[in-house]
């Protein structure tokens, strides 16, 4: 039986995937694999990006930001998800479920507006080299990347707040693995036309707003490419921007599907679907993208393996 007799009645009984019985063992190892290979992926792009002076540059840095985000952002998830599907205990407590969903919502929005930030750092580096060191100094990059992290956190703090204070009336299953504002406010038993309109005005100005500037900056970074005059140079930058384009296309497109839409639309399934997309599977492929497309950081990797390497970072 799926349902403790154990639980509180302020905790939240998430279904996931109990309806398919039988696709909770694969799903456990298919998750518990994805998210190893999340933790090893990440954690050696932050420490090689971090100890590896060749790699010392605004661009590894952004890179270094967005790993340590996919790297908590999976941690805020998957381990619930991986105790739901092996036990009986489907539930969360009240407070467990406020946690996740501010901090999930935190790390998605902050993805948003860092990954707007990489593609200016594409156009300054591709379009300005000669003032590149200026646009993107130490500094700059330190601010840009502080405002991201605030404002993801602001405005996790807005949805979150906005969604469990919407009345359930007891209501507390939810067919989902975890606790996201679609399925929460699925739950309400009240009006909740203020809560789409505001989520949807949020979901506008994170994902649809940073997207077209992405795009836009892109165009720009696509006619300076193609002025290059060396094929090598030429390859190079296509080969870097396409990194970016790729993780752009992995995580905004799923989550626009999901978040901007009305709730009172949300498909159960088509939403445990977009979830797992963008909560484990872009994580999980984010830092072998840029490994397997990056001679820069391949070559990191592979001096990190040496024990030269370990003696000149001590």
């Known amino acids: 039986m ?29 998750f518990l694999v994805a998210y190893i290979f999340a933790l090893f992926g990440n954690i050696s ?23 340590l985000l ?66 993107m100094s130490q500094r700059r990059c330190i601010h840009m990347a502080t405002g991201t992290w605030i404002s993801g956190f602001a405005n996790s703090l807005v949805q979150s707040t906005l969604t469990m204070l919407v009345p359930r009336c007891g209501h507390r299953v939810m067919d989902h693995f975890f606790c996201e504002v679609p399925a929460l406010l699925k739950l309400a038993c009240a009006d909740t036309h203020v809560n789409e309109a505001e989520l949807n005005v949020l979901a506008a100005l994170l994902l649809l707003v940073p997207l077209t500037l992405i795009l836009g900056t892109y165009v720009l970074i696509a006619r300076a490419v193609m ?18 384009l790729l993780v752009v296309s992995l995580f905004y497109f799923p989550a626009i599907s999901m978040y901007v839409q009305p709730p009172s639309s949300y498909s ?25 497309r990056n001679k820069d950081v391949k070559a990191a990797l592979r001096r990190a393996l040496t024990k030269e390497f370990w003696v000149k970072t001590r």
């Open 2 to 30: 799926w349902i403790s007799n154990q639980s509180s009645q302020d905790d939240f009984i998430l279904l996931g995937f109990s309806d398919h019985p039988r696709l909770e063992t694969p799903l456990f190892v298919i």
């Open 45 to 67: 792009i932050i420490l090689v990006s971090r100890l590896d002076p060749q790699l010392d540059s605004p661009m590894y840095f952004f890179v270094s930001n967005l790993s």
């Open 70 to 135: 996919d790297l908590c952002y999976t941690t805020s998830t998957v381990p619930q998800m991986l105790v739901n599907l092996r036990g009986p205990d489907k539930t969360i407590s009240y407070g467990g479920c406020v946690a996740q969903l501010y901090i999930f919502l935190a790390l998605g929005s902050t993805e948003c507006i860092l990954l707007a930030s990489m593609a200016f750092d594409r156009y300054a580096a591709v379009c300005k080299p000669l003032h590149y060191p200026i646009i």
């Open 227 to 244: 002025r290059i005059r060396s094929a090598e140079s030429r390859w190079k930058s296509f080969n870097t921007c396409a990194s970016h």
């Open 268 to 292: 159960h399934d088509r939403g445990k679907i977009m979830a797992v997309f963008y909560g484990i599977v872009t994580p999980t492929l984010n830092p072998f993208i840029y490994t397997l």
